[in-house]
């Protein structure tokens, strides 16, 4: 409990989900956190959610107005950081969004706006911050992807492009930060029941539904103290729950069964349901061909999902 107390820690998107979540855990455990986003009434009113709930009313929680597309709005958020804090020991990059759909309907915008804030977001936040990690020889970076940044699913080409980025450039990066004593951290929550969660849900194709299946969708808590065990005990990959993990391996070491198993999800909600387009033109929900009860073969994608 005491590895957090007095630990200087900037989260993005901060202000809702898996960040707020985070930001509250390590308010609770006498960490000094610096909540960064774009809207500043959602800001300021998520920094009384982590003083209540953290119930320490001297708790430290910095409040930062930050685009993460901006590199301008990036290096100014930084540095405010930097200077309330005292220093950022550990930052967390967690702004994030998905936005699902149709392969032949999703815009070249669409692929660049999630590059902009899902990749490109948490490598200026880290670009801004190597300076005072490398002059310091220590510290922590979290990177937040996804499932689906290591496994691609229908609906999901951009943002798992995206989310791949991530993936890979944090994996690099744990290299590159060797020699100077930073440790590197790559997280893949699964489905999470945040706000994020529930704008995405209203543009997912219902052959996404299908193949997420009944998988159960995750508190945001459970994410957010995954984060903080994997920081702590210092593990690269961090992946929430027994599910996910069993995913993670099989996606490792067998990759054929994975696709095996999520092709023949697909393909038999597409015999029973036909093509969904025309049902998301008229509102997406999820269809009633929910994929059975898992079965070894079928482990794989009973929480896919994520995002
Ligand atoms: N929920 C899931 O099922 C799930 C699963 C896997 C991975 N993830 C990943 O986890 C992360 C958090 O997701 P969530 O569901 O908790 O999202 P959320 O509830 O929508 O919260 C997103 C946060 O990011 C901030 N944000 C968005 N765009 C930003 C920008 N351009 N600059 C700065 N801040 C920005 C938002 O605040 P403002 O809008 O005010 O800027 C908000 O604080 C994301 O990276 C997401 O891809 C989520």
Known sequence: ???????????????????????????????????????????????????????????????????????????????????????????VNNAGYAQPGYIDQLTEADYV??????????????????????????????????????????????????????????????????????SVHLCYPPTTKTPGLDKENENKPPEAWAIEGSSRAFGAEAVAKAILDGVQSKRFHIVVGMDSGLIWLAQRFAPWLVRWSIDGILMKHLKQHGDGRSKLAAKSEPPPAAPATPTAASAPTKSRADD
């Open 113 to 182: 706006a999630m590059l902009e804030v899902n990749y490109l977001g948490a490598v200026r936040v880290i670009r801004a911050l190597l300076p005072h990690f490398m002059e310091r020889r220590q510290g922590a970076i979290v990177n937040v992807t996804s499932m689906l940044g290591f496994m691609g699913t229908f609906g999901y080409s951009a943002y798992c492009g995206s989310k791949y980025a991530l993936s890979g450039y944090t994996e690099a990066l744990r290299q590159d930060m060797l020699p100077f004593g930073v």
């Open 1 to 91: 409990m005491d590895f957090y107390r007095g630990k200087r820690v900037l989260i993005t998107g901060g202000s809702s989900g898996i960040g707020l979540a985070t930001a509250i855990e390590l308010a609770r455990q006498g960490a000094k956190v610096a909540i960064a986003a774009r809207d500043g009434a959602r800001l300021a009113s998520a920094a009384e959610e982590i003083r209540k709930a953290a119930h320490r009313a001297e708790a430290v929680v910095v409040t930062v107005a930050m685009d993460v597309t901006s590199t301008a709005s990036v290096e100014a958020g930084v540095k405010q950081a930097l200077e309330a804090l005292g220093g950022v020991d550990v930052v």
